[in-house]
């Protein structure tokens, strides 16, 4: 990662806007409480069963939850097996407001 990348900051709403997947790590509980329209529930530890799944999509990938560790340990996953083009959403909460 390039220290320019790492200062820049992503625009979510642009990503969204032109189709981006989002994929919310919590676990079934934790989304069905609360979630953001649209974004898919794939928790953390389902990640490999659905790795087919997940290398199919196109669109760039939108990863969020409520621990910043875990969603980075997702992003490790995904780019570990080969999936391109993730971002880190952050806080599930806060990336509604990134996106609207």
Known sequence: MSLFSFFSRTD??????????????????????????????????????????????TKPIILCGTDSSRINQAIRILKSNGVKNIYNGGHWQKLIEKIR
């Not at 709403?13 to 974004?39: C, F, M, T």
């Open 12 to 57: 979510f709403r642009k990503l969204y806007a032109q189709g981006a997947i989002i994929i919310d790590i919590r676990s079934v509980n934790e989304y069905d409480n609360g979630r953001i329209p649209d974004s898919f529930n794939i928790s953390i530890d389902r990640l490999a069963a659905n790795m087919d799944r997940i290398k199919h999509y």
